[in-house]
C-alpha cells in the first residue's frame, strides 16, 4: 500500500529576474543555447522562448505595483498557455486559486479576500495576456462541437502535431509510454437484480436486495499502458485523515487517497502523479516523456502538476470533450467488465457472510472484481479500438459519433 503523500520531493522552478536577466543576455549574445541556457539557470525553456520572442513583455507597464510578481504573472500564464495546446480551457476558478495558492506561500499582503482574486483582477489579467483569451477561446470552441467523424479526426491531427511541434512524435510508436487514467465511482450497495415480494397476492411491495449504505460511493481512479499494464490504482475517501485501520486495508502496490468529499480533486490528482505515477514509471524503468490521455471534463491540471509534468517529461493531453465513449480506452473496453464482476463479487460477498460492504472491507473485495477484470488483452485492445495505440485514425468506431457526414 502506498500512501498519496501530500509532500513532493519535486521542487519547483526557483530563479530570480536577475538571473533571468542574465539567461536572455546570454542567448541573445549567441554564448549559449535556449536550452543550455534552461539547465544552466535552472528557467523554464518556454519562458525563456516567451522572453525572446517577446511574447511576454521584458519591462513592467507602468502603474501600480502588481499583486504578484512579474515571474509569478508569468508562470501563470504560461500554465495556462500550455493547457490550451494540450487541449485544456481555462476555468476562471482554477486561475484565481493559483494565484490564492501563490500569495499564500509567499505570505505578500494583498487587497484579496484569504488571499483569493476576484472578477476585476481576472479581468484585468486577460486583458494583459490577450494571447490567453484567444488560445482560450479556440479551445472552448472546439469543446462545444458536436462529437463527428470531422472533429475526431481534426482532434488526432491536432495531437500529431502537437507531438511533432515538440519533438516527441516517437512517443506514439512506444506503447509501455502510452496511457490512460480515468476515476469510477464504486457503489458499496449493488443491487442483485434479484427481486423478492410478498407471496401475499394481496400485497404489491417489492424490493430488491442490496447491501451497504445505498448512495455510498468510492472513487478509485484507474491508469493503464497501451501495453497492457496496470499502474497502481487509487482509491480515495472522504477524510480529513486517514484512519490507520483504513490505510492498512488498501491491497499492497495500491495507493490511497483523501479529499474532503472523496471526489478527486486538483489536489488529489497532483498527488496521485507525482508520488504515485511517477514513482511507477521508475520501477518499471518507463522511458521517458510519456503521454497520459485524460478527460478533460475531469481536468484537475493544475498550476503545480504543469510544472512537475515539465520537469518530468510526462505530458497529460485532454481527450476530445464528450467523446470518452469513442476515445477514452477506460470507458471503450474496461470499466464496463470491471463493473460486471463488481457486482458479482459484492453480491457473491451478501450471500456469503450476510454483512454490508464497507469502507474497511471495500478494497479487498474490489481488488477480486479488479483482478478478474483488467486483463492485459482487454486493455490492449482498448487502446487500439480508440486509434491511440497503434495510432490510427481509422480504427475508430464513427457509428458511435453523432454524425458521420
Known amino acids: ?49 516567451n522572453k525572446i520572442k517577446e511574447i511576454v513583455p521584458n519591462i513592467r507597464k507602468m502603474g501600480p505595483q502588481p499583486v504578484l510578481s512579474e515571474i509569478e504573472e508569468m508562470r501563470i500564464t504560461e500554465w495556462i498557455t500550455a493547457k490550451a495546446k494540450l487541449g485544456f480551457p481555462m476555468h476562471p476558478d482554477e486561475v484565481k486559486n493559483a494565484v490564492q495558492n501563490i500569495l499564500k506561500a509567499v505570505k505578500r499582503p494583498n ?35 458536436a462529437v463527428t467523424e ?20 516517437d512517443v506514439l510508436e512506444d506503447p509501455s509510454q502510452i496511457f490512460n487514467a480515468d476515476e469510477t465511482g464504486v457503489r458499496t450497495s449493488v443491487k442483485s437484480g434479484l427481486v423478492l415480494s410478498s407471496t401475499n397476492k394481496h400485497c404489491k411491495n417489492m424490493y430488491d436486495v442490496s447491501s451497504g449504505k445505498e448512495k455510498e460511493s468510492i472513487t478509485v481512479l484507474c491508469n493503464y499502458s497501451a501495453s497492457g499494464q496496470i499502474v497502481s490504482p487509487m482509491v480515495i475517501f472522504p477524510y480529513k485523515r486517514i484512519p490507520k ?28 502523479v507525482a508520488n504515485v505515477f511517477y514513482p511507477w514509471l521508475l520501477s518499471q524503468k518507463v522511458n521517458f516523456p510519456v503521454i ?45 467488465p470491471l463493473k460486471v464482476e463488481w457486482k458479482k463479487v459484492a453480491y457473491n460477498h451478501k450471500q456469503r457472510t450476510r454483512t454490508s460492504i464497507t469502507r474497511h472491507n471495500f478494497c479487498t473485495l474490489f481488488k477480486e472484481a ?6 492485459p488483452s482487454t486493455i490492449v485492445n482498448g487502446f487500439r479500438t480508440c486509434g491511440l495505440y497503434p495510432f490510427n485514425v481509422d480504427a475508430v468506431d464513427y457509428s458511435k459519433c453523432i454524425s458521420t457526414r
Open 150 to 169: 470531422s472533429v475526431i479526426r481534426d482532434w488526432f491531427k491536432d495531437l500529431k502535431m502537437f507531438m511533432k511541434n515538440e519533438k516527441v512524435l
Open 370 to 375: 479488479f483482478d478478474k477484470a483488467c486483463k
Open 292 to 336: 497520459l490521455f485524460i478527460d478533460g471534463h475531469k481536468s484537475h491540471y493544475n498550476i503545480e502538476l504543469y510544472e512537475f509534468c515539465i520537469a518530468k517529461k510526462i505530458i497529460i493531453y485532454c481527450l476530445h470533450p464528450n467523446s470518452t465513449h469513442i476515445l477514452q480506452p477506460c470507458d471503450v473496453t474496461i470499466f464496463r
Open 111 to 145: 487587497p484579496f479576500k484569504d488571499d483569493r482574486p476576484g472578477e476585476k483582477w481576472l479581468k484585468l489579467f486577460l486583458n494583459r495576456n490577450p494571447e490567453i483569451t484567444k488560445r482560450n477561446t479556440e479551445v472552448i470552441s472546439k469543446s462545444r462541437a
Open 245 to 272: 485501520e483504513l490505510a492498512h486495508s488498501v491491497p499492497e502496490g495500491w495507493a490511497i487517497g483523501r479529499s474532503d468529499t472523496g471526489w478527486m480533486t486538483a489536489g488529489t490528482f497532483y498527488e496521485y
Open 1 to 49: 500500500m502506498r500512501m498519496a503523500s501530500s509532500k513532493s520531493n519535486y521542487s519547483r522552478f526557483k530563479y530570480t529576474e536577475e538571473t533571468l536577466s542574465v539567461a536572455l543576455e546570454e542567448i541573445k549574445k549567441g554564448s549559449v543555447h535556449l536550452s543550455e541556457a534552461s539547465r544552466k539557470y535552472g528557467i523554464p525553456k518556454s519562458t525563456l522562448h
